[in-house]
């Protein structure tokens, strides 16, 4: 922020704009905040957006994009905008985002890669004392590692959280557990337990960060965890910095690799299997799609067949339609396959389908329609950052850092490490290649960290590892010490303020609410709409 000698003030963000500027304006001015309790003006004077709602409910995530809030009266300053106010009057420009194409690296580009990794980590440690937020998974251990590797283990504290869920469930994420135990004892580095407890939850701590969530648009299950976290980690060594991995799965592989594209007891079929749904929207496949040829590639086949039931549109008549295609069935879509019609989206009219499609897709995906196949990787990493970089699972690690006083840093975030990425080959575990995914990353961990790479053996991290009937969501919801206050808050459905008629089927919302205000056990997509609305009403608005 710089304020000029004819005092115009200028402002604008990072390449990634990792932080929020809320803009309200009026006829006697303008006003910029860094969240939105600090307007002058009622964020709701003007009613609710109806296509920021329908995205935040329908969009894991559970924020408004970039640009949005959910107020008609307050928008935020995006990827690559930035502001000026001179005498009262606001004047915001766009950069042009300008993609990249796909390289063929070299093996030695690995050394660029773990370059910028150990520069970034280097830069934003303390000799005096830094956390990782250890989940035991591929993007925590690395940073882990060089943390280590830079300041030594006595100056690292591993933090991992113990989820309790549900008397039935017991811990659920013990597999997690069991092998932070093993990665920081080979490390030497201590571990600190912080119990996520939904058993006997403290509903003052609920409403701590209550205020917090709601100045944000931050509605999450994630968000409530990264508290307790960022809480636990604050008590321990107040100050410090913390570093966490949440846009590595992401950058490396779209989001595919998880273990969770497909269940099945052999692991290696299951990271395969994220490779192919990472494949489906890749540079390969994206020029079958453009030539018309999408309907006789097997794997597309192959995930069609495994969701008989789900509907998918009909190809855009032309290229360029079909590249906006591609961005709106990744970024607009909760089905993560190209072409997945928004008519699956059973929370919404047909009608509201069709203005969140529009209105959003007109707002972000402006200029793919040039854009070669090779550059489509570099589009999907510049608008995560609008996306669900910034949504409730992952910009909470830096807003409850902020909250509690610590500083919060992610490796996988920074300009090297995106530069890198978004320029790097489907070859590179992207695709169908033998590659793995995260391939640079796990390369960087055996050759240039020595990680025993059998610690990641076994089960991935949670219950539905070895029981894919268990669901996060419905030990919470139905089965958790938070159940009761869920159902307080939804008794008189509150959501009817704010979500019209227009955009979201009510009465179909109404019916599953009532069913679980009755006791129904909620499955699918209702348990998924359920936690929708439940999560919206229990973070509030502003009215």
Not at 101 to 114: I, K, N, V
Not at 235 to 246: D, I, K, M, T
Not at 294 to 301: F, G, P, S
Not at 468 to 481: A, C, K, Q, V
């Amino acid at each position: 922020m710089s304020i000029g000698r004819e005092g115009a003030l200028s402002l604008a963000g990072d390449s990634f704009f990792k932080r929020d500027v809320y803009v309200q304006e009026a006829p006697d001015g303008v006003a910029l905040a860094s969240d939105l309790s600090l307007l002058p003006d009622n964020p709701a004077r003007d009613g609710y957006d109806t296509a920021a709602l329908a995205h935040s409910m329908t969009y894991y995530g559970h924020r408004p994009p970039k640009r949005h809030t959910i107020y008609r009266a307050v928008r935020r300053l995006g990827v690559g905008e930035s502001a000026t106010v001179r005498s009262g009057k606001l004047e915001i420009r766009c950069a042009p985002f300008q993609p990249v194409m796909c390289e063929e690296y070299p093996d030695s580009a690995l050394d660029r890669y773990a370059g910028a990794f150990l520069d970034y980590i280097a830069a934003a440690g303390s000799p005096e004392g830094n956390f990782v937020l250890l989940s035991s998974g591929w993007d925590s251990s690395s940073i882990l590692a060089a943390l280590v590797r830079v300041f030594g283990p006595e100056k690292i504290t591993a933090v991992i959280g113990r989820m309790l869920y549900s008397e039935r469930s017991g811990n659920c994420n013990r597999f997690e557990i069991e092998r932070a135990r093993a990665i920081a004892e080979f490390y030497g580095v201590k571990l600190h337990m912080v119990d996520l407890d939904y058993v006997h939850p403290e509903p003052e701590w609920m409403h701590s960060v209550r205020e917090t969530f709601r100045a944000h648009n931050i509605q999450s299950i994630t968000g409530l965890n990264h508290a307790r976290l960022l809480h636990g980690a604050a008590q321990v060594g107040p100050g410090l910095p913390v570093f966490a991995g949440e846009t590595s799965d992401g950058a490396h592989n779209l989001g595919f690799s998880q273990y969770v594209t497909i269940f099945h007891p052999t692991q290696g079929f299951r990271e395969y299997s994220d490779k192919m749904a990472c494949y489906l929207f890749g540079p390969t496949f994206l020029r079958e799609l453009l030539a018309g040829r999408h309907e006789d590639d097997a794997v597309y086949r192959f995930f069609r067949d495994r969701n008989p039931d789900a509907l998918f549109d009909d190809p855009a008549p032309d290229g360029p339609a079909r590249l906006r295609q591609m961005l709106v069935s990744f970024f607009l879509r909760n089905g993560r396959m190209p072409l997945w019609s928004g008519r699956n989206v059973r929370m919404l009219t047909r009608n509201g389908v069709d203005i969140y499609t529009t209105r959003m897709a007109a707002e972000y995906f402006q200029g793919v329609e040039s854009t070669p196949a090779e550059a489509i990787y570099s589009w999907y990493l510049h608008l995560y950052n609008s996306f669900h970089w910034q949504g409730s699972t992952v910009s909470t690690v830096q807003k409850m850092a902020d909250l509690f006083g610590m500083r919060s840093h992610n490796p996988y975030w920074a300009a090297g490490i995106q530069d890198f990425l978004r320029a790097m080959p489907e070859s590179w575990g992207r695709g169908l290649d033998l590659n793995p995914t995260k391939y640079p990353l796990k390369r960087m961990m055996r050759e240039k960290f020595g990680h025993p790479m059998d610690l990641h053996a076994g089960p991935h991290s949670y219950t539905y590892d070895v029981d894919p009937t268990f669901n996060h969501s419905l030990e919470i919801l139905h089965h958790s010490g938070l159940t009761g206050y869920a159902k307080k808050i939804l008794a008189r459905k509150p959501y009817h303020q704010v979500l019209s008629r227009e955009m979201f089927d009510i009465p179909y919302l109404d019916g599953v609410v009532d069913k679980y205000l009755g006791g129904e056990e909620q499955r699918g997509t209702a348990l998924n709409d359920l936690v929708s609305v439940f999560l919206l009403c229990q973070s509030g608005w502003y009215a």
